[in-house]
């Protein structure tokens, strides 16, 4: 509330993790600054 960032509750937490993790890697190049410094 006091962000005002959408916040979600997943059902299944593990699930979720895994899909993020998958999302970033294809996406590795939008993302390589700033995992891999």
Known sequence: QKT?????IAE??????????GITLKNL???KSILIK
Do not use: E, F, H, S
Not at 4 to 8: H, K
Not at 12 to 21: I, Q
């Open 12 to 21: 299944d937490p593990l699930r979720a993790v895994v899909r993020g993790t």
């Open 4 to 8: 005002d960032l959408p916040v979600y």
């Open 29 to 31: 190049p939008k993302y």
